[in-house]
């Protein structure tokens, strides 16, 4: 069973910066691609970035050249980290894992979906102005 624990979170205005951390346990890490997706009040989810165990990433389109997802091996551990913070980046973030059977883009994509055993608590990101 993947257990997946989120910090990290927090309040920031706009333009600011943010790291968020996710320490996993209980997988395999080259089974799954590794992410986070996002979710505001009223809105769907969204998948904001992927990374997997050989380094490979993508991005939400809404985030590419402002967000940057890392990994520690040795933790088992994966941090987003946020630049250039806009107001509709306030979300509460999950970090998740989904099978690797499928590529980076697919996978953002069922981020959308994925049942809640392959995500964590999340953590609240709040920017303000």
């Known amino acids: 069973e993947v257990h997946l624990a989120e910090s990290g979170g927090g309040s920031a205005q706009a333009g600011g910066s943010l790291t968020l951390s996710c320490v996993v346990s209980?997988?395999?890490?080259?089974?799954?691609?590794m992410g986070w997706f996002r979710q505001a009040p009223e809105k769907g989810r969204e998948g904001v970035a992927v990374v997997d165990n050989d380094g490979a990433t993508a991005y939400a389109d809404s985030v590419k050249g402002r967000f940057a997802i890392s990994q520690d091996k040795l933790k088992n551990s994966y941090d987003l980290h946020m630049n250039a913070l806009k107001l509709e980046d306030s979300a509460m973030y999950y970090c998740?894992?989904?099978?690797?059977?499928?590529?980076?883009?697919?996978?953002?994509?069922?981020?959308?979906?994925?049942?809640?055993?392959?995500w964590g608590q999340g953590t609240q990101v709040t920017v303000s102005s």
């Open positions: 998740v894992a989904v099978p690797i059977t499928m590529t980076a883009v697919q996978a953002l994509a069922v981020m959308k979906r994925i049942s809640q055993e392959y």
């Open positions: 209980g997988y395999n890490s080259g089974s799954y691609w």
